[in-house]
């Protein structure tokens, strides 16, 4: 609530007003450009309106092309050089979707390309085409190809509409009303053919980082400042989304990995300094000599059993390697009790990195589960 208070409050005190004194300039500069190279200007805007509506500054244009319909009738400005846009936009996300190999991308692509041809870019634009630098620059070129021919042959809108395929027959009118429409048709069979092929020969799925293995050195930093955190102990390594409790399984406290222990004794999953012994002994904070804040916490409700079963080796302020004993705790009598002694590894500060990954299977203490990426 006051993030969205201060923030709502700067737009519309500062952004706001700025936004609108940039909409205007940008709108004169049209009207301008159209006085003296009216051809080139379907082109100019074919190429940035993607760059506009990124930046909310398209709606000092609207206003031009609803107004050069009221009073002469038809509009050559703003709407043929939208339309050949958002078919380029669509034509681009559509690209990248054929050429993906990822399933998400390519859901996403072909539901966003389809409604960015139809007149709605924004799915595309924010979805895709901002994602890959590829893919907006082939919307850029596709939307300029398909403009410029707009512009030639003086391709004019008669009623307003979101500008896509949905809305083609507004094109119909003026001396020659079909070959109008045809010639709209045209351009955006070019912005769409020019935007999709150059985005299928540009793009190419972003690689994705390999999942840590066992032999990887323990809580290695590297240039780029990724990490790797341990086990804590003997067993078997599963995804946070088997453990049964929602806290952990919705990653509500951090992204991480969970240990089904086969051993009573528990090491420190990273070099670092012991942050935190929680006073039933269950759980124990970390923080890594590089900034990675982990906490370990046996079992699930162990809390209840008020330190019964454990013994803590370590207290708070204690520098620690993963090969040294932090906790022991009598996992058979933890069972006996009915808990659960899976233990979740949670990246507690998750959100100050790109990605947390982890292994699945078995595994032996101070060997490396969790991949931490900067």
Not at 311 to 316: N, P, R, S, W
Not at 341 to 348: E, K, Q, S
Request: a negative charge.
């Amino acid at each position: 609530m006051i993030t969205a208070l201060i923030t709502g409050t700067l737009s519309l005190a500062i952004l706001g007003p700025i936004g609108y004194v940039v909409g205007n300039l940008i709108a004169q500069g049209i009207v301008l450009l159209d006085q003296y190279l009216g051809w080139l200007l379907p082109m100019v805007l074919g190429a940035i309106f993607p760059l506009l509506v990124m930046t909310g500054t398209h709606y000092g244009l609207i206003p031009v092309g609803a107004n050069n319909i009221m009073t002469v009738g038809y509009d050559s400005m703003i709407g043929p050089g939208n339309l050949a846009s958002n078919i380029a936009q669509g034509g681009s996300a559509l690209g990248v979707a054929f050429k993906s190999k990822k399933a998400e991308v390519k859901e996403l692509g072909v539901s966003s390309g389809i409604t960015a041809v139809c007149g709605i870019t924004e799915p595309a634009l924010y979805g895709i085409n901002m994602r890959y630098k590829s893919a907006l620059l082939s919307a850029i070129v596709g939307g300029a190809a398909g403009g410029l021919f707009i512009g030639i042959f003086h391709v004019s809108r008669f009623a307003t509409g979101s500008p896509g395929l949905m809305t083609l027959p507004v094109y119909i009118g003026g001396e020659q009303p079909i070959m109008n429409l045809v010639y709209a048709c045209i351009g955006s069979a070019i912005a769409f053919v020019v935007a999709f092929v150059m985005s299928y020969i540009t793009y190419k799925d972003e690689e994705s980082v390999a999942q840590p293995t066992k032999e990887e050195a323990p809580v290695v930093t590297s240039a780029t400042g990724n990490a790797t955190v341990c086990s804590p102990v003997n067993g078997e390594v599963v995804s946070l989304a088997k453990v049964n409790d929602p806290t952990f399984a919705q990653e509500i406290m951090g992204k991480g990995a969970a240990v089904i222990p086969s051993d009573d004794t528990f090491y420190a999953p990273i070099n670092g300094t012991v942050t935190m012994v929680f006073n039933t002994k269950h759980a124990i904070g970390f923080t890594s000599d590089d900034g990675v804040e982990v906490l370990m916490h046996v079992g699930l409700d162990t809390v209840n059993l008020n330190g019964k079963h454990f013994e803590a080796l370590v207290k708070e302020g204690d520098k620690v390697t993963t090969s040294t004993p932090v906790l022991k705790v009598d996992i058979e009598e933890i069972k006996k009790e009915g808990y659960d002694v899976i233990t979740p590894v949670i990246i507690t500060n998750t959100a100050s990195y790109a990605d947390v990954i982890n292994v699945e299977g078995n595994i032996k203490a101070s060997e490396s589960i969790i991949k931490v990426i900067k």
